[in-house]
């Protein structure tokens, strides 16, 4: 999962200084929203909401932008839309299985959307179930590295239910059941680690290492569809080793 994940957190990293920042902000508003609306708007009796804020937070979303999307998620204040959830399923280049995650207020523009980035970049769109099964649930808590070896983390999150770490580069990822996630965040608070995001998550169980030409592609395709307003997420099953990581950029 290593190429993946590092992949992931750079393309997160750079979001915070460059032009997609203002859509990488709209999603974690999104996210504060539906976790309000879904479980009220007190942060510390709603452990999603507290971690969609915490990941606002980290990415530099201004304070008051969170709090009006608290108030609008939780009825305190009027405006909130009504997302929906929505997940679609496809294939990219080099046969890598793709899974998309919208929230949308309108399923039919999302799926548009999704279809157009899909087969201008080489992908095609896959029935329901027939490449979710290549994926499980995760719960996934991203972990800073500053002076902490793994050996730290382990400690902290080994009883809450973690099952393993990874060193990612920069960070540490701490990967256990989703239903654990929140007991394996808690306990690196409780430790006293910081962490950067901790999301349920969705991680490939088989994988499809690609060279530096497939990994273009996929990518180019990721970034297509992520540049929909109405995708939240995008998973998929590629790995690629560090050096053809830095090769393309």
């Not at 976790?35 to 510390?44: C, E, H, I, L």
């Not at 548009?112 to 719960?139: C, H, Q, W």
């Not at 730290?152 to 654990?180: H, M, P, R, Y």
Request: aromatic fraction near 6%; glycine fraction near 10%.
């Amino acid at each position: 999962m290593s190429g993946h994940s590092k992949w992931a957190t750079t393309k997160h990293k750079k979001a915070g200084i460059d032009a997609k920042r203002g859509k990488l902000f709209a999603k974690l508003i999104k996210n504060i929203e539906v976790a309000a609306r879904t479980g009220g708007g007190d942060p510390d009796g709603n452990p999603t909401l507290y971690d969609a804020i915490q990941k606002a937070r980290k990415s530099s979303v201004p304070l008051d932008n969170i709090e009006r999307a608290v108030k609008r998620g939780s009825g305190a204040e009027a405006g909130g839309s009504d997302w929906e959830t929505i997940m679609y399923e496809g294939y990219g280049p080099s046969g890598v299985a793709v899974l998309i995650e919208c929230l949308t207020d309108n399923r039919n523009r999302a799926a548009g959307e999704v279809r157009i980035a899909m087969t201008r970049n080489g992908g095609n769109m896959a029935d329901p179930g027939s490449v979710s099964y290549l994926f499980n649930r995760k719960g996934v808590v991203i972990v800073p590295k500053e002076s902490l070896s793994e050996d730290d983390v382990l400690l902290a999150v080994l009883d809450a239910g973690a099952e393993e770490v990874n060193d990612i580069g920069d960070s540490f990822e701490v990967i256990s059941e989703a239903t654990d996630l929140i007991p394996v965040r808690t306990a690196l608070q409780t430790a006293g680690i910081e962490y950067d995001s901790a999301d349920s998550s969705f991680l490939p169980s088989v994988q499809v290492p690609l060279d530096e030409d497939g990994a273009r592609k996929v990518f180019k395709l990721i970034d297509a569809l992520e540049d929909s307003d109405d995708v939240q997420n995008v998973y998929a099953n590629f790995d690629v080793s560090d050096e053809i990581m830095e090769a393309v950029g």
